[in-house]
């Protein structure tokens, strides 16, 4: 275990000279700098707290910590849902939320360049305004794109476009020692060497901190709509998903979720969207999707077959969303989730497992049989196109020591599941500490050697992001 320096009055004055009126320190850090999202993971402030501006100063305040070994912990917007920001071991949290520049637009090669702490929502917006779209649309908008590419998110698009890493073409990071390094180019293919740009995908801000990315674009698609599909019970409406891809269908979304779900959400929002009956028949659960192409018409013909196979499926009705206010109302029920569970939930822990496709439907069913061992609730749904749950533990009446021993017991059985099925224990969030443990247990010994030399090259004091992912004894 690396043995840190506390930050002294000197190295304030060091940090003060390479980022003037930027450090804080007590009360004058943001108590929201000792946590991200998921808070049960563990807080702790920081000593001291810095806003960058430019690759320039990141490598001025790297190279500082570098020198006195002092932990740095890089934060986005805080959103993470593994603790991947939480400053466990002190130092200094380096906040990127500053650098917040749209650069410039390559649009002969579908390509914008971006400062770090861009939020998705401002990409999202401003790459329409060229005719383009960035595809990947994890749930979270006021995310940065720092973040989104340090944790490799996923989104609701994923099933169709992919997750964030296949839309970073190039980026600048500066390495624990402070040195600025650029991996990857504006071209559509390369087979130049190890891909260091990869890498640093999905890294967690272990590796080195990304300064300036270069993103892929697309045309952005004519039309979309989206369809409400609910089923009388879970199972009939998850085995459906792996069919509908079968068949052909290139949904751009493909959501799945239980009614429990979806009235905490709508509750929290204060408006009803989804029916809860069909014809006096209680719905259990729904999918939601949405497709786009490039002409209405188009888009309408498939949404008559694909409303066609869904009811052969069993599905008890199919409800369109085809403007844009009654596709904003469905996707904000959809997006609410989290928020709707945390404003009824005291005690929270999720975790997000990717297994095949076709094995939904089982692990659905497993984890809903495995809950009854247990005392606390748990509400799931998923970006079932690409076979991605999401599963919350929530209790508002256990102790928070036996719910958090329950939890580690019910997230061991799931896990261990997960891989017997051929998963993956995180589709998107990454691992951060929450998940570090599982990681090990999961990819076994092998695995877990080579990531831990990787990160030995990269940051040899161990200073950057300490305790997370592969860190771990
Ligand atoms: C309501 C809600 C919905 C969500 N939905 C989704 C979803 O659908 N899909 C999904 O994938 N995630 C989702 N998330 C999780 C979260 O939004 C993502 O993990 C997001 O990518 C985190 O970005 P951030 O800017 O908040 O990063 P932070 O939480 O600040 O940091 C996350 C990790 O990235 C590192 N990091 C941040 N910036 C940099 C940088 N510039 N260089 C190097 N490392 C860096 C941090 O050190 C940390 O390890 C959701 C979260 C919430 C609250």
């Known amino acids: 275990m690396p043995q ?3 930050v002294t009055p000197e190295i304030l004055a060091e940090l003060e000279k390479v980022v003037p009126g930027r450090v804080a320190v007590g009360a004058d850090v943001n108590p929201d ?21 430019t690759t320039e100063e990141v490598a001025g305040i790297m190279k500082v910590c570098y020198e ?17 920001c939480t400053p466990i071991h002190g130092g200094v949290v380096l906040c990127t939320m500053r650098m917040n520049k749209i650069l410039n637009y390559d649009l002969e090669n579908f390509a914008v360049t971006v400062q770090p702490g861009v939020l998705l929502q401002q990409l999202a917006d401003d790459a329409l305004t060229h005719g383009c779209m960035y595809p990947p649309d994890p749930g979270e908008k006021m995310a940065t794109l720092g973040g989104n590419v340090a944790t490799n998110a996923g989104g609701m698009r994923a099933v169709k476009y992919g997750c964030t890493r296949d839309y970073v073409k190039a980026m600048t990071v500066v390495l624990p020692t402070g040195e600025v390094a650029h991996f990857g180019a504006t071209v559509s293919k390369t087979s130049s060497g190890y891909s260091l740009t990869n890498l640093l995908c999905g890294s967690e801000g272990t590796l080195g901190i990304i300064t300036e990315l ?3 674009l697309i045309p952005a698609p004519k039309a979309t709509i989206s369809l409400m599909v609910p089923f009388e019970d879970l199972d009939a409406c998850t085995s459906t998903v792996p069919k509908i891809t079968r068949e052909g269908f290139k949904p751009q979304a493909l959501e799945f979720f239980e009614k429990e779900i979806l009235v905490s959400s709508e509750e929290y929002l204060g408006k009803q969207t989804f029916p809860k009956q069909i014809d006096g028949t209680e719905i259990g659960a729904y999918l939601l999707i949405t497709f786009d192409g490039d002409s209405q018409d188009e888009l309408d013909a498939l949404v008559e077959r694909a409303a066609e196979f869904l009811l052969e499926q069993g599905a008890l009705d199919v409800l369109v969303a085809d403007t844009a206010p009654k596709m904003k109302d469905v996707w904000a029920a959809r997006s609410s ?15 997000d ?9 089982a692990y659905v069913r497993f984890v809903a049989d495995t809950k009854q061992n247990y005392d606390f609730e748990v509400k799931y749904f998923g970006h079932a196109g690409d076979g991605n749950l999401h599963i919350y533990t929530c209790s508002n009446t256990m102790e928070e020591a036996e719910f958090r021993k329950q939890v ?14 051929g998963g993956q224990i995180s589709g998107e969030h990454g691992i951060g500490m ?40």
């Open 33 to 53: 700098y000792a946590r991200d999202e998921m808070p049960i993971y563990g807080t702790r402030m920081p000593e001291a707290a810095v806003d960058v501006l």
């Open 4 to 6: 840190y320096n506390s």
């Open 434 to 473: 929450g998940k570090a443990k599982y990681l090990k247990e999961a990819l076994g010994e092998t695995s877990i050697r080579l990531m831990k030399g990787i990160k030995q090259v990269f940051d040899p004091k161990m200073i950057l992001n300490p305790g997370k992912v592969c860190d771990i004894q």
């Open 68 to 84: 006195h070994n002092v932990p740095v912990t890089t934060r986005g917007a805080g959103t993470g849902l593994v603790g991947g």
């Open 408 to 421: 580690d017991a019910f997230m061991s059985d799931i896990y261990q599941k997960t891989m017997e099925l």
């Open 214 to 216: 270069t993103l892929k």
């Open 353 to 361: 497992v990717v297994v095949p496709v076709n094995q939904i439907s």
């Open 337 to 351: 989730f989290l928020e709707g569970i945390e404003e009824q939930t005291k005690l929270l822990d999720e975790c």
